[in-house]
């Protein structure tokens, strides 16, 4: 029996691929009503150090009223790959972190450099109402040294355009 190439065989960007799986699988977990994001740590063995999702910092009520105001809930929430790092408990140096189903913002850009990250991988998004703030994150891991990979965009999210549109009609 054929059996598939995990270790030795398995391409940088199968893992990568992965791992981005199992951040689309955690932002699932998120209760935000239009924005679900998932964070996912691995060190350089390619073990999994911390895990996250966008939500209300522990204890803090997530009421539907918060959640479906914006101003409200972008005060309130916390990003995933801040999440992911706080969880992480220092143990971040060194690592690459996943991000579904886009890059990070510049203040969370800012945090993953000073927690050691020296990779980032995260689907392709256009975006324009987050191009600045993902130009800024570029210019940030680029000058700090932090590799960042854009894969290809994913169908996700709200104000996503549907690529598909047309294919099953
Ligand atoms: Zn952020």
């Not at 209760?31 to 679900?36: G, I, N």
Request: proline share 5%; with cysteine.
């Amino acid at each position: 029996m054929k059996r598939a190439a995990i270790g030795t065989g398995a391409s940088v960007a199968n893992w990568d691929e992965r791992f981005l799986a199992l951040a689309e699988h955690v932002a699932h977990w998120s209760k935000d009503p239009s924005t679900q994001t998932g964070a996912v740590i691995v060190d350089a063995n390619r073990r999994v150090v911390s895990l996250g999702y966008n939500g209300f910092a522990r204890g803090v009520d997530d009421t539907p009223e918060r959640l479906n105001d914006r101003e409200t809930k972008y005060k309130m929430i916390v990003h995933c790959e801040r999440n992911a790092i706080l969880f992480a408990s220092g143990n971040t140096a060194g690592s690459t972190l996943y991000t579904w189903p886009f890059m990070s913002c510049a203040p969370c850009a800012a945090m993953i450099i000073q927690a050691g990250v020296i990779r980032c991988v995260a689907p392709q998004n256009d975006n324009p109402r987050w191009a600045p703030d993902f130009l800024l994150s570029k210019e940030m891991f680029k000058e700090a040294g932090v590799e960042l990979v854009l894969t290809d965009p994913v169908l996700a999210n709200d104000w996503l355009i549907p690529m598909n549109v047309g294919e099953h009609g």
